[in-house]
């Protein structure tokens, strides 16, 4: 079953690259945040909003969205050189990407089983590797110092204004987009495993066994219950989101800050949150997997009382 995805994981992680496309913004959100440059904003600070490179119609392709392309192309590219000529006994790039393969498989079935992994492998291995090699590119020196910007003669530096480069997670558009993508695709697997009915009896039915005046009761307040699990359910997408944008921004905020705080000592400050950022960068995708797996688990588990009859 691991030999299968091996082979076939190098094709689904291609999905990477719509998932950078995703990451669009609109021409009004490239021009506000090249206005707040232009009003004054201190040079130092990174964006909350990423910076148009090329205008195509309505929309800017970001300095984000460049680094999410040169992931997702990389990582295929990789992936198609490991898998290109598969043998018995693997070595160089096919080992590395057997063995990372098989523990994401490995780590998975532990956790949801394996029935469910085998329907669902595909989408959590491709989404933490593309995270984990997207947060790790953020952290490659030249990403969010090289640019267009200007020389200040008083402080003998050069203060980048437009970066070609930004940390593609910490761009909310970016996260944004996976988290969305991961909404509608665990609505189809709650479906397909539950169906229609099943699905609503999950959310809004009452669990136990009860009779009488209690079931009354209970079916009452369990239906009540699951309009507060609805809400829960819809901003699932917001805090996946968000944690990851969050924790990506305020690490290269962090390392900014770091570097600018001793001019002289630019170097040798952010070395300590340099490698503090590498293990985050893991963390974070690891993160992401795991919630989005064990969101999909609680869905597709059946309570007794609730197995779907076919």
Same mark, same amino acid.
């Given at each position: 079953m691991v030999c299968r995805y091996f082979r076939l994981l190098p094709l689904l992680l291609s999905a990477v690259a719509l998932l950078a496309f995703s990451g669009v913004a609109p021409a009004s959100v490239a021009a506000d945040s090249a206005h707040g440059n232009a009003a004054g904003k201190n040079e130092e600070t990174l964006s909350l909003k990423p910076e148009p490179l090329l205008q195509i119609g309505k929309f800017a392709v970001t300095n984000s969205m460049l680094v999410t392309w040169i992931v997702a192309v990389g990582i295929v590219i990789f992936a198609q050189v490991a898998t290109r000529n598969v043998r018995?006994?693997?070595?160089?790039?096919?080992?590395?990407?057997?063995?990372?393969?098989?523990?994401?498989?490995?780590?998975?079935?532990?956790?949801?089983?394996?029935?469910? /992994?085998?329907?669902?492998?595909?989408?959590?291995?491709?989404?933490?590797?593309?995270?984990?090699?997207?947060?790790?590119?953020?952290?490659?020196?030249?990403?969010?110092?090289?640019?267009?910007?200007?020389?200040?003669?008083?402080?003998?530096?050069?203060? /980048?204004?437009?970066?070609?480069?930004?940390?593609?997670?910490?761009?909310?558009?970016?996260?944004?987009?996976?988290?969305?993508?991961?909404?509608?695709?665990?609505?189809?697997?709650?479906?397909?495993?539950?169906?229609?009915?099943?699905?609503?009896?999950?959310?809004?039915?009452?669990?136990?066994e009860t009779s009488g005046i209690l079931k009354v009761v209970m079916v009452v307040i369990f239906f009540m219950v699951g309009w507060l699990e609805v809400v829960s359910i819809l901003f699932r997408p917001i805090s996946l989101s968000f944690r990851l944008f969050g924790n990506v921004y305020a690490g290269e905020s962090i390392l900014g800050a770091m570097s600018n705080m001793v001019p002289m000592l630019s170097w040798l400050i952010p070395i300590p949150f340099y490698f503090m950022e590498v293990l985050v960068g893991l963390v974070q995708a690891l993160v992401f997997m795991l919630l989005t797996a064990v969101f999909t688990l609680l869905i597709a588990k059946h309570e007794p009382g609730h197995e779907r009859h076919s």
């Open positions: 018995p006994v693997p070595s160089g790039a096919q080992n590395f990407w057997e063995w990372l393969v098989e523990s994401l498989y490995n780590f998975l079935e532990s956790i949801i089983g394996s029935e469910l /992994v085998r329907k669902t492998f595909w989408f959590f291995a491709t989404i933490f590797i593309f995270i984990l090699f997207v947060n790790w590119f953020g952290l490659i020196p030249g990403v969010g110092t090289i640019g267009w910007g200007h020389y200040d003669a008083a402080t003998n530096r050069f203060h /980048v204004e437009q970066p070609l480069f930004r940390g593609g997670n910490a761009d909310l558009n970016m996260t944004s987009a996976m988290s969305l993508i991961f909404f509608a695709l665990w609505i189809i697997w709650a479906i397909q495993a539950n169906g229609v009915g099943g699905f609503l009896l999950h959310i809004f039915g009452p669990k136990g």
